[in-house]
């Protein structure tokens, strides 16, 4: 059997690398140039963790990330909500990283290469079409110029090529454009005086006015971490279509988004001096997709952000990616046929990634700072008197196992 990757992402690159854990050759095909180590932080939960210490990274991510401790839900004003321990800390078996997207990307790129060969790897192909008979699909690939430059020949087809998908947009062409809600997302990273355990996690204010700040890698003294930031802001009603395709990851504006800055106040770390601190940020809509009724058409499938590209609530979007490509390495190291295979891996994926993708509309666990926001606009003084801890603990501990990293259920599967 042999797969074709569209898309050198965390997806893809993960999967082409579980893949060869099983024995089924692949070959992977990246629109850009290069893969390159671009983005800012993210966190990866245990649950995808444990999948990636299995292909044997463990000790790779260890070099560059950050074990999370600790996370802190607080209101806009500062004011603790929930705090809960992370990882390790919470009783995982493996831990939750705070990494920057490149280097993780970077760290599962790198044992792609020295597993799969560099032959296997195609940089500066882009997908023009694809066609599947009874036999096999195939594959047209074209550089930046039009050019055509591999045609490709597998038993399956893997479409793990993010939000503007160009497997999903011929899969369903009449779907449209992303969904944006109105909400954008600003992001950095700077070296930072290390807070709390350094290696905390803070979360202040709910869907609409967010801040959020979190250790990626060790910094440049011992009392400093490279310390990523994000500031998500309600700008838009969420009537209007997205910004153009080519604005969705631009340097951000100082002026534009230092006065939303000003309506946090977050006493364990200056948040503003933080911001201003960062030499440059980029600037994303904040968008997803409806979930589709099904990723499969014969012998091609959706991956990732392709499938069910979600808001960045709940630290969960690469993490369901790297479940994806587990859960799809499986089903066809085990099938009799490809085509038996991608159903199998849509019916174990497709509906947990929609209701994910709809919890996060929601808030998703963040969704319990709203909650007392909501009921207690102005401050509070005792936020069990506002939303008992019973009823906080819900929101956040359904979400986690909606999402399949509660670590009860990491430990059963």
Same mark, same amino acid.
């Given at each position: ?15 082409? =690398?579980? &893949?060869?854990? %099983?024995?089924?050759?692949? /070959? ?24 990636? *210490?299995?292909?044997? +990274? ?12 600790? +996370? ?22 493996? !831990?939750?990283?705070?990494? $920057? ?25 882009? &997908? ?17 110029? #039009? ?12 479409? @793990? ?21 109105? =909400? ?11 807070? +709390? ?38 700008? #838009? ?21 230092? !006065? $939303? ?11 503003? *001096? ?8 980029? /600037? ?7 979930? +589709? ?8 499938? &959706? ?46 994926? =497709? ?19 709203? *909650? ?19 009823? %906080? ?9 909606? @999402? ?10």
């Amino acid at each position: 059997m042999k797969a074709i990757i569209v898309g050198g992402g965390i997806g893809g690159l993960t999967t082409a =690398l579980m &893949l060869r854990a %099983r024995g089924i050759d692949c /070959e992977l095909f990246e629109q850009s140039e290069s893969i390159r180590e671009l983005g800012v932080g993210i966190n990866t939960l245990p649950h995808a963790i444990r999948e990636l *210490a299995g292909i044997g +990274l463990l000790d790779r991510l260890d070099e560059v990330a950050i074990r999370t401790a600790e +996370l802190f839900y607080l209101t806009r004003h500062g004011q603790q909500v929930w705090h809960e321990k992370r990882g390790l800390d919470a009783g995982h078996e493996v !831990p939750q990283f705070s990494i $920057h997207r490149g280097r993780l990307q970077a760290v599962i790129h790198r044992a792609v290469l020295e597993r799969l060969g560099s032959d296997a790897v195609h940089t500066g192909s882009r &997908l023009g079409a694809f066609a599947q008979d009874e036999g096999g699909v195939s594959a047209y690939f074209f550089d930046r110029s #039009g050019a055509h430059t591999h045609t490709a020949r597998g038993d399956v087809l893997i479409g @793990a090529d993010g939000i503007h998908s160009k497997v999903r947009q011929t899969l369903f062409p009449e779907e449209g454009p992303p969904c944006w809600n109105g =909400l954008m997302l600003w992001r950095g990273a700077a070296d930072w005086p290390a807070f +709390l355990t350094g290696r905390s996690m803070i979360i202040a204010g709910g869907l609409n006015a967010k801040a959020v700040a979190y250790p990626i890698a060790e910094g440049s003294s011992p009392a400093s971490r490279l310390t990523n930031w994000a500031v998500l802001v309600k700008v #838009g009603d969420g009537t209007t279509p997205p910004p153009r395709r080519e604005d969705w990851s631009r340097l951000g504006k100082p002026e534009e988004l230092m !006065p $939303h800055v000003a309506g946090f106040s977050i006493p364990q770390v200056d948040f503003a *001096a933080l911001v201003r601190a960062t030499p440059e940020f980029w /600037e994303y809509p904040c968008c997803d997709r409806d979930p +589709l009724p099904h990723w499969s058409s014969g012998r091609v499938t &959706l991956l990732g952000d392709a499938a069910h590209p979600m808001y960045p609530v709940g630290s969960n979007g690469a993490s369901q990616a790297i479940l994806d490509a587990r859960s799809l390495a499986d089903a066809l190291a085990r099938s009799e046929h490809p085509r038996q295979a991608l159903v199998a891996y849509e019916r174990q994926r =497709l509906p947990m990634t929609a209701e994910i993708v709809a919890s996060n509309r929601r808030g998703g666990p963040e969704g319990v700072i709203d *909650a007392v926001e909501q009921l207690a606009p102005q401050g509070f003084t005792d936020v069990d008197a506002v939303l008992n801890y019973e009823a %906080r603990e819900a929101i956040v501990r359904g979400y986690a196992a909606r @999402a399949g990293f509660a670590a009860r259920v990491v430990a059963r599967q």
